[in-house]
């Protein structure tokens, strides 16, 4: 076998692990985040120590994108201790805050959670999506590089028919995120007017994508790179999966009201693995039109890829329709406390959903998207996004403890009810409102694009220089945090300079 066979074959053929596995470790980085907080807020306002924006980047980088690193490699298999570590630790920093707090220092813990749960919030954008893109991106990021080498477990990596792959759930992420701050979601004025335009200036958003999808297509032919082709199919690839959800959305969005959005992606759903079931379209996906595994063809050379678009738009609906909830209610801290269990409620249903849909109709197949992928990808979304949410009050209240703390990429408190905005800027601190959010939690959501680029360009390179196959973990293990380091320290100067490139 050739290098490239070898390589190929090494991420081929693989059947997954549980789904409680994977919704541990994506719950992971999200009690990471919080002790980042506590650690910021006890830092810097109880021991008086003044980051620079070289500090901060470090604090971030090691607070969270290291251990996401060795969660998907030599802590693959300590999971659930690295979550209980996490949270005793958080729970340790929280106690020290509480005690050492600068705010109702005479108050009983009952009546400064009474005063806390009054308070209402403020933030130009809503700090638990925001954490969501960032995981999702990094947790990809580490994963296209990490599968070529023989520390990341095999389990993790994508499967090739059925079963849930921590892999697996790295483009339905995407998807789910990128649909929660969709300018239909943001900006609903946007689909107002002249149903023409709008739809224009969707198809006119997708060339940027085109233009790297073929770019992806050529470069990748041209130097012989490897590729699983069952993924997507023999020419199709990541970006040409979004421009058709991008195209195909917008048209859903003209017929349908916008918060109907979890009506077309059920409707989409069920119809989807209807046809599976019912008519030939599965056959068509695993073994092409003559049912001997084909690839003769524009549709039988990218056959998974083509029609298991129809999976990832159920997906971006439903993270419309999760985006149109969250951003509806996130005034107050009660308000937020109810969306969080809601949302928590909504992803344990999905999951029970789950259970009888793998055992009575079909299984998690990445390759079809079918119905029990799509269930599975909304419902590890919403387990996640409720954890960021609970994350975001426990650490609003811990800067409800302590007078003027700042914690970049979070909530801002305001003490009393807000009447009206020109009232509630007068109630958020100055100091609150200048401080800008050097943190590398922002400079990764706002240049989530360049991100994504600069980590698959990077994937290549390395791939192209280092013999993956044959790395000792220690060699591994530094080259992944090498390689995280350099992007993310890249994305970080860039967002500092306002540095972006910005499509739609």
């Keep these: 076998m050739s290098e490239k066979q070898m390589k190929e074959a090494f991420v081929s053929n693989l059947n997954g692990t549980t789904v409680l596995e994977i919704t541990q470790g994506l719950c ?32 971030d980088f090691v607070v969270l994108i290291v251990p996401m690193v060795a969660t998907l490699t030599i802590w693959a298999s300590f999971i659930l201790l690295e ?78 028919l059925y079963g849930t792959g921590a892999m697996d759930f790295g483009v339905g992420g995407f998807v789910f995120g990128s649909a929660m701050v969709c300018l239909e979601v943001r900006r609903r004025k946007y689909m107002e007017g002249s149903k023409l335009h709008y739809f224009t200036n969707s198809l006119y958003s997708v060339w940027p994508l085109v233009f ?35 195209l195909i959305t917008p048209l859903l969005l003209i017929i349908f009201p916008l918060n109907k959005s979890w009506i077309i992606a059920l409707g989409i759903t069920v119809l989807y693995q ?35 678009t129809l999976g990832y738009v159920a997906i971006h609906m439903a993270g419309v329709q999760t985006g149109l909830y969250v951003h509806k209610n996130r005034s107050h801290i ?17 999951f029970i959903s789950l259970y009888v849909v793998q055992v009575n109709v079909e299984a998690v197949s990445r390759r079809m998207a079918n119905l029990a992928f799509c269930i599975w990808i909304v419902a590890s979304s919403l387990i996640l996004l409720s954890s960021l949410l609970l994350g975001d009050i426990i ?70 220089m280092v013999d993956t196959l044959h790395s000792s973990t220690l060699w591994a293990l530094f080259v992944v945090n090498l390689y995280m380091f350099s992007n993310c320290l890249i994305v970080y100067v860039l967002y500092l300079q306002d540095k972006t490139i910005q499509f739609w």
């Design 28 to 59: 992971f980085p999200a009690f990471c985040i919080l002790c980042r907080g506590f650690l910021i807020i006890f830092s810097q306002y109880l021991c008086s120590f003044s980051p620079t924006w070289k500090t901060r980047f470090l604090i």
């Design 274 to 308: 209807l046809a599976l079931d019912f008519t030939s379209l599965k056959r068509l996906i695993l073994y092409g039109t003559d049912g001997s595994g084909t690839r003769v063809g524009l549709l039988n050379a990218n056959r998974e890829g083509i029609i298991s």
């Design 83 to 160: 979550l209980l570590g996490v949270i005793i630790f958080g729970a340790g920093l929280l106690y020290q805050i509480y005690r050492r707090r600068t705010c109702y220092a005479r108050l009983p813990f009952l009546k400064i959670l009474e005063k806390f749960l009054n308070i209402s919030l403020e933030s130009e954008y809503i700090p638990a999506i925001s954490c969501f893109r960032v995981i999702t991106s990094a947790f990809t990021a580490i994963a296209i590089l990490a599968v070529d080498f023989p520390l990341f477990p095999r389990r993790f990596a994508k499967t090739e």
């Design 212 to 246: 790297l999808g073929i770019g992806r297509l050529a470069i990748i032919k041209s130097i012989g790179y490897q590729e699983h082709l069952t993924e997507y199919g023999v020419h199709w690839n990541f970006f040409f999966t979004i421009i058709v959800v991008k």
């Design 334 to 350: 009660k308000d937020l406390i109810k969306v969080a269990c809601f949302l928590l409620l909504a992803a344990i249903s999905l």
């Design 395 to 464: 650490l609003s209240f811990a800067k409800f403890l302590i007078k003027g703390a700042l914690v970049p990429c979070s909530w801002k408190l305001i003490q009393s009810p807000v009447t009206n905005k020109k009232h509630s800027q007068s109630l958020v601190p100055e100091a609150e409102r200048m401080e800008p959010s050097l943190c590398l939690i922002t400079a990764l959501n706002r240049k989530q694009l360049i991100f994504f680029l600069l980590s698959n360009i990077t994937t290549g390179l390395i791939n192209l």
